[in-house]
Every structure is written in structure tokens, then in C-alpha cells.
């Protein structure tokens, strides 16, 4: 029963992303304030150094967006990479926000009526 409960589990969490649809814009937000927008069809590096000394390195290519480099502590940041709409990068320590949209992202994840 334990196992059944837990394959539910699983399948719940892992359906959902395989149908969300790639993003095409990735927003970068630094501190709460729009930094840029990219296009995820052109690699790019993006350097971030504020003031109070952190580093970030943003890396977008093939499509996908990542932290490349990061001066927090822990670098959980650093872990993964993003492409498909609502998936999102987080660096808290240096307030860095990098969100994934589509064209046809409407920035809701539902609508009732």
C-alpha cells in the first residue's frame, strides 16, 4: 500500500512538467527591479556585481538559462537549468530572480470562472 501511495506520489509531481511548454524570454529581476529581458535563442553571459560585493554569473545558451557562477554561500543556485515557462532561478542572498516566459505566457498558472 506504502509503495502504491508513494508511485501516486511521484506521478503527480513529474506530470505536470512534462507538459509545460518552452519559454522563449528569460526576465531578470535584481533586487525586486527588472534588470533585462533575453531572448533564449541567443547565448549570452550576463555578469552582476552590486555593491556590496556579491557575483553573479548568468549563462543562457541553447535555449537554456543557468547560474554559472555565484558568490552565496551555499550556491543552491547553481543547480539546474531553466527553459520552460514558470521555471525560475533564485539567488536570495543577492537578490537575483531569473523567471522564464513564453509568448503566450499569460503569467497566471490558472484561470477560474
Known amino acids: 500500500m506504502l509503495i502504491f501511495v508513494l508511485l501516486i506520489a511521484a506521478t503527480a509531481c513529474i506530470i505536470p512538467g512534462l507538459f509545460r511548454k518552452g519559454g522563449s524570454t528569460a526576465y ?6 527588472l534588470y533585462g ?3 533564449l535563442s541567443e547565448d549570452r553571459d550576463i555578469h552582476l556585481e552590486s555593491p556590496d560585493g556579491t557575483v553573479n554569473d548568468i549563462r543562457i545558451e541553447n535555449g537554456t538559462a543557468f547560474m ?3 558568490t552565496c554561500p551555499e550556491k543552491l ?3 539546474g537549468r ?8 533564485c ?11 513564453g509568448e503566450d505566457d499569460t503569467g497566471y498558472d490558472a484561470i477560474t470562472k
Open 77 to 79: 543556485c547553481m543547480n
Open 28 to 33: 531578470l529581476y535584481v533586487k525586486g527591479e
Open 68 to 70: 554559472k557562477y555565484a
Open 82 to 89: 531553466i527553459s520552460r515557462n514558470g521555471e525560475s532561478i
Open 91 to 101: 539567488c536570495a542572498p543577492s537578490g537575483v530572480l531569473m523567471l522564464i516566459r
Open 37 to 39: 529581458t533575453y531572448d
